[in-house]
């Protein structure tokens, strides 16, 4: 069981004007839970001016203002079409925020719905201690639990299964959290749903005298936590890969900047290797070597 931690951090917070009926979950977008992540969430809402009610992590619970009753958060805006008509009465005034600690686990992007976000046991447990405490204090519905996402539609939580904004087929997970606090049971976190994207790596197969020369080999390699949402941009993009023919492009590449080194000789004070040289040695050779063919 967490420890809540009273900080009483009102500066931008506003008086309540309204009987507190809604419990609103958000996520924190940090990319982990562990030690000081709540208070890290703390000073990342007072450097833009904001605030909420609650900020949970693994380890503590933080309370904003002493008494959540008097004091009202700034957490979301006004009720947008694009979220859900459970959200559509809920405000600032009549509202509790919760930001819930999230975890990105390596191989991630800093985007919400990545599948390597999740939140873990840890944090769960200690959102849902606080939430049965607050719907028990004030007789919240099990209707007005609700998310960030349905005030504007915005994925928040940004964690795949508690919103059905892009890259969350569905919010079957947040549902089955807000059911575990009605049903005395408990919520358990799925274990991260990680699967094996194939992408195509070029290797050199081929050399000739003249120099190296590389032409691609399409190679699949699987790497292991890259998640199935992102596997099927990756099997869409493989036919264009390895497609590049590497000799040719090198070759043009350095036909080029022989061209214009030898064209500003005079002003670089330099001198130039034949661009045959460039290709066929891919080194800039010591001066007695390769005297015979400066310009």
Not at 127 to 155: E, W
Not at 175 to 196: C, I, M
């Amino acid at each position: 069981m967490a420890t809540i931690r009273v900080i009483n951090h009102t500066d931008n917070m506003k008086r309540r004007t309204d009987k507190i009926q809604y419990i609103i979950l958000h996520y924190s977008a940090s990319t982990q839970s562990g030690k000081d992540a709540a208070m890290g969430t703390v000073r990342t809402l007072d450097s833009r001016g904001y605030s909420s009610d609650f900020a949970v992590d693994d380890n503590v619970i933080i309370q904003f203002a002493a008494d959540p009753s008097e004091w009202q958060s700034t957490a979301i805006q006004s009720w947008s079409p694009k979220g859900t008509p459970a959200g559509k009465n809920a405000k600032n005034s009549n509202s509790v925020s919760i930001e819930m600690s999230s975890t990105l686990d390596k191989g991630g992007k800093w985007v919400a719905n990545d599948p390597h976000f999740r939140f873990t046991q840890q944090v769960l447990e200690n959102t849902a201690y606080l939430c049965k405490m607050l719907i028990s204090k004030y007789n919240i519905p099990k209707q007005n639990v609700i998310r960030h996402f349905d005030i504007m539609g915005k994925c928040c939580p940004g964690v795949v299964g508690w919103n059905t904004g892009a890259g969350s087929p569905d919010d079957n997970e947040f549902r089955k959290f807000v059911d575990s606090l009605y049903s005395g049971g408990a919520y358990t976190a799925p274990e991260p749903n990680y699967d094996y994207t194939t992408y195509y790596a070029s290797a050199e197969s081929s050399s000739s005298s003249k120099g190296s020369v590389s032409s691609t080999r399409s190679e699949q390699i699987n790497i292991p936590g890259t998640s199935n949402n992102v596997k099927k941009l990756a099997e869409a993009k493989k036919e264009k890969a390895g497609m590049l023919k590497q000799g040719d492009t090198r070759k043009n590449e350095f036909e080029s900047l022989a061209s214009t080194m030898a064209s500003n000789a005079p002003q670089m004070g330099r001198d130039i290797l034949l661009t045959s040289e460039l290709y066929g040695s891919n080194i800039l050779k010591g001066s007695q070597e390769s005297r015979k063919e400066r310009v």
